[in-house]
């Protein structure tokens, strides 16, 4: 039996388990995070099935041990929340999915740059309030302008690639060259990309070289009225040097599909929550924000590929 957190997920489980499963594969689907609290729903389930919003810590994995679970499928690509190194001790098999559809966030990246870029969030909601008006809405053509990608691995080729077809110099920092990259801009550094660029979207992984890799100091270095997009990762923003910048207007606007608190955010039950984290409240305060609740990922194709991969995860398991 396998347990389950996410209820959208279930009709996509519901559609491969039918041609994936074996006939006696038992799911039991709970719409809750995983947690000291709620561990206990697993007993009696071989594996367990999470996402990034479940925790999965020293105490939970031993309590996940003692109720006979051996098997963590993680349906996302990060593993940050699960205890590594408690699960080999523990003797876990841990799978991921290491990519599914890099278009779906690349194309939502681009949405919020669509977006943020012609205050389109704006005019939506004083359009039914009745007014049409347009002051506040001038916005700037994409064609000609400079994009700043930062991180050239799946979803920022994808990015590169939608954002070259609207007429875009592409310039990118990475790591690793990747060639896949050489038809569509110009590697430089990271210190070169910040000031070319009209817009900038960081696309790689959150690691400890890259926590706050935006902070005051790379936001000096931005080119005045830039766009800064994040579908990445919260933590490579440095939120308060960020909301300084929108307070000098030296950025033009912010949008996020990550949040550094998302976790404690908005996968919380508590409004209160919200509430009380000072600095999205700070945030919330710029009619030149856009913050969404990690959904990047979230499309059918996207969905239907996770469950596919982690079908096959738990058959790798059973066959050892
Ligand atoms: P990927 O591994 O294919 O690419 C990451 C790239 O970042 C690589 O090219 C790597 O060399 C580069 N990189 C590593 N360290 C770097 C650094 N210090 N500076 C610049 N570049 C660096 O990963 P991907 O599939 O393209 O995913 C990118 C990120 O998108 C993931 O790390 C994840 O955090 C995020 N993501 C978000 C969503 C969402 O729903 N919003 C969904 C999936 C992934």
Do not use: W
């Amino acid at each position: 039996a396998v347990f389950s957190t996410q209820p959208y997920d279930q009709q996509f489980f519901e559609q491969c388990r039918a041609a994936k499963a074996p006939q006696t594969l038992e799911i039991a689907y709970h719409s809750f995070p995983l947690s000291a609290e709620t561990v206990a729903l697993a007993s009696g389930c071989e594996s367990i099935c999470v996402f990034v919003n479940d925790n999965l810590t020293e105490p939970v994995l031993e309590k996940l041990k003692m109720l006979g679970v051996r098997a963590i499928l993680l349906r996302c690509a990060g593993f940050n929340n699960v205890d590594l190194k408690a699960a080999e001790r523990l003797g876990f098999f841990v799978a991921n999915v290491p990519s599914y559809s890099p278009e779906a966030v690349a194309e939502f990246a681009v949405t919020l740059v669509q977006t943020i870029n012609r205050n389109t969030h704006r005019a939506y909601n004083r359009v039914r309030e009745g007014n049409f008006a347009l002051d506040g809405l001038l916005g700037r053509t994409l064609h000609g302008k400079t994009v700043g990608v930062i991180g050239t691995g799946k979803i920022g080729i994808a990015f590169a690639r939608i954002m070259k077809g609207y007429g875009c110099r592409i310039v990118a920092y990475d790591v690793y060259r990747n060639p896949d990259f050489d038809s569509l801009g110009q590697y430089k550094t990271l210190e070169e990309v910040l000031p070319l660029s009209d817009i900038v979207s960081l696309h790689c992984p959150l690691i400890d070289s890259t926590r706050h890799l935006i902070n005051s100091r790379a936001l000096a270095q931005m080119k005045p009225g830039a766009l800064l997009v994040n579908t990445s990762r919260g933590g490579l923003i440095d939120t308060t040097a960020v909301i300084q910048a929108l307070k000098s207007k030296r950025l033009r606007g912010l949008a996020l599909d990550v949040y550094e608190a998302e976790a404690a955010l908005f996968y919380s039950d508590h409004s209160s929550d919200i509430i009380q984290d000072d600095v999205f409240q700070r945030l919330m305060t710029f009619p030149n924000v856009i913050v969404c609740g990690h959904q990047g990922f979230f499309t059918e194709e996207a969905l239907a590929e996770i469950a596919e991969v982690t079908f096959t995860n738990l058959e790798d398991y059973r066959h050892g």
